[in-house]
Each structure stands twice: as structure tokens, then as C-alpha cells.
Nanobody
Framework: QVQLVESGGGLVQPGGSLRLSCAAS????????IGWFRQAPGQEREGISC????????TYADVVKGRFTTSRDNAKNIVYLQMNSLKPEDTAVYYC????????????????WGKGTLVTVSS
């Protein structure tokens, strides 16, 4: 059974850090592009990072560039999102998603999605 499970969300103060994890089962992440997305209340879901299949190129949305870092541990089949210098506007449900043989991560094109983990940035 193909499954992605996010964890690590919670409440953090502005300027703080969190590390989210996305554990994959039922498939091997080596064959997939892996993206992180988020959806704030009343907002559209947006892509924030992507690790491409093949060359492993990592890209970030401008709004998180320099603050967030995504990485992949192929041996553990886990993808991470390290979030630093968090801002209240980062508050959202964060999702990981996988696209087989993907060279990019498109919100409307991912094959598998996790259920999300809530990140709340507030003092």
C-alpha cells in the first residue's frame, strides 16, 4: 500500500524552527520527485519545495528560500523539511507528495499525498 505520512508539526514561536518528516511506505522514493506543499486557512495550496527524480535537483518557492531546506534519506525512505526563521504567515497544513519519475512538483500533478501536519507559528 502506497502511503506518505507527515509528522513533526506543532506550535512554534516566530523565529523558531521545526523539522517535518515524510515517511514513505509501499514504494521507494528513489523513483519519485518529492515535494512539500502547504495550505493556509482560506488559501490555495502552494508548492514550497521539490526534489526532482533523477538528478535530485532541489528547488524552493521564493517565499521560503533561505529559510527552509528539504532533504532525502533514501536508506530510511524519509524526506525532511527543515524550517527555520518561521513567520506567522508560515502557519498552514504542510503536505508531502510524490510524483513518479517527476522532474518537477506541481500541485495538480502529484501522484500520492500525505494527510498533512499542522504548523502554527504564533507568539
Amino acid at each position: 500500500q502506497v502511503q506518505l505520512v507527515e509528522s513533526g508539526g506543532g506550535l512554534v514561536q516566530p523565529g523558531g524552527s521545526l523539522r517535518l518528516s515524510c515517511a514513505a511506505s509501499g514504494f521507494t522514493l528513489d523513483y519519485y520527485a518529492i515535494g512539500w506543499f502547504r495550505q493556509a486557512p482560506g488559501q490555495e495550496r502552494e508548492g514550497i519545495s521539490c526534489i526532482s527524480w533523477g538528478d535530485g535537483r532541489t528547488t524552493y518557492a521564493d517565499v521560503v528560500k533561505g529559510r527552509f531546506t528539504t532533504s532525502r534519506d533514501n536508506a530510511k525512505n524519509i524526506v525532511y523539511l527543515q524550517m527555520n526563521s518561521l513567520k506567522p504567515e508560515d502557519t498552514a497544513v504542510y503536505y508531502c507528495a510524490a510524483d513518479i519519475w517527476g522532474s518537477s512538483c506541481e500541485v495538480d500533478g502529484m501522484d500520492y499525498w500525505g494527510k498533512g501536519t499542522l504548523v502554527t507559528v504564533s507568539s
